[in-house]
C-alpha cells in the first residue's frame, strides 16, 4: 500500500487539483474564507449538495490539514469547521477565480453570447 507522500502526483499543479479540484471542495473553501461554519449552514447554503458529500469532502480537507474541525464541549454538542493556516492560503487561488469568472461573465455579457 502506498503511503500518502507516494499517493501525491509529481506535478504540483496536479496536487492542487487532487487537493481541491473539484466543484464542491472550492465552494466549501470559499464559505470557510468568510468565517467558521456548522455543518447544517454548510449544507443549507451549498444548494444540492447531499449529506455524504459534505461528509466526505469536510473529512477528506481536514485529512489534507486543509481545515480544521472543533467540537465545543456543550449539549447539544457543536462542531465548527474553519481554515487551517494551510486552507487560507488558498485564498490568492480562489480571488484569482474569482476575478476570472468575472471577467468571463463580463465578456459574454458584452458580447450577448451565452455559454
Request: aromatic fraction near 6%; charge should be positive; glycine fraction near 6%.
Amino acid at each position: 500500500m502506498k503511503t500518502k507522500a507516494e499517493l501525491i502526483p509529481e506535478c504540483p499543479v496536479a496536487t492542487t487539483v487532487q487537493l481541491i479540484g473539484n466543484k464542491w471542495k472550492l465552494l466549501i473553501i470559499r464559505n470557510l474564507l468568510q468565517r467558521p461554519w456548522r455543518f447544517n449552514e454548510l449544507q443549507k447554503n451549498l444548494e444540492g449538495i447531499s449529506q455524504k458529500v459534505l461528509t466526505d469532502s469536510l473529512r477528506s480537507m481536514e485529512a489534507d490539514g486543509i481545515i480544521t474541525r472543533t467540537v465545543y464541549p456543550e449539549v447539544p454538542p457543536r462542531v465548527e469547521y474553519a481554515l487551517s493556516e494551510l486552507g487560507e492560503s488558498l485564498k490568492p487561488i480562489l480571488d484569482a477565480m474569482k476575478a476570472w469568472g468575472e471577467k468571463y461573465k463580463q465578456n459574454n455579457e458584452q458580447t450577448g453570447e451565452k455559454r
